[in-house]
C-alpha cells in the first residue's frame, strides 16, 4: 500500500514562493515516478511536474518552465515542488502522484496512487 502526503500549502501574496512536500510511506518500494498536479476550482486536473525516483530524468509543464521546480530527497522519501514568483492563476490544490511505471506520464490516469492535496492560494 502506497501513501502519499503532502504539505506546504498556504496563502501567498503575488510574487512569493511556496514550497511543497509529498512523503511517501515506508511500504513505497515499487515506485519508480512520482509527479504534481493540480487541480483549481471548475477545471480539470491539470500535469505540473514529474521526476523519476531515480532523479535523472524530470518534466515541467510549459506554464510553470523557469518558475518551479521538482527534486527529491530519497534517503528522506520525500519529493518537493519549489514554487517561486506565484500569480493569482497559480491558485489550485496541488496533489502528489506516483506509479510503478518508469516514465514521466503527464496524464492523471498513469498515476495509481495519489495524496490527499494541499491548498495554494495566491493573493494578487
Known amino acids: 500500500q502506497v501513501r502519499l502526503v503532502e504539505s506546504g500549502g498556504g496563502l501567498v501574496q503575488a510574487g512569493g514562493s511556496l514550497r511543497l512536500s509529498c512523503t511517501a510511506s515506508?511500504?513505497?518500494?515499487?515506485?519508480?515516478?512520482m509527479g504534481w498536479f493540480r487541480q483549481a476550482p471548475g477545471r480539470e486536473r491539470e500535469f505540473v511536474a514529474a521526476m523519476t525516483f531515480s532523479g535523472d530524468s524530470t518534466a515541467v509543464a510549459d506554464f510553470v518552465k523557469g518558475r518551479f521546480t521538482i527534486a527529491q530527497d530519497n534517503a528522506k522519501g520525500t519529493l518537493y515542488l519549489q514554487m517561486n514568483n506565484l500569480n493569482p492563476e497559480d491558485t489550485a490544490v496541488y496533489y502528489c502522484a506516483a506509479t510503478g511505471r518508469l516514465k514521466l506520464y503527464k496524464t492523471p490516469h498513469e498515476y495509481p496512487y495519489w495524496g490527499q492535496g494541499t491548498q495554494v492560494t495566491v493573493s494578487s
Open positions: 515506508a511500504l513505497s518500494v515499487g515506485i519508480y515516478t
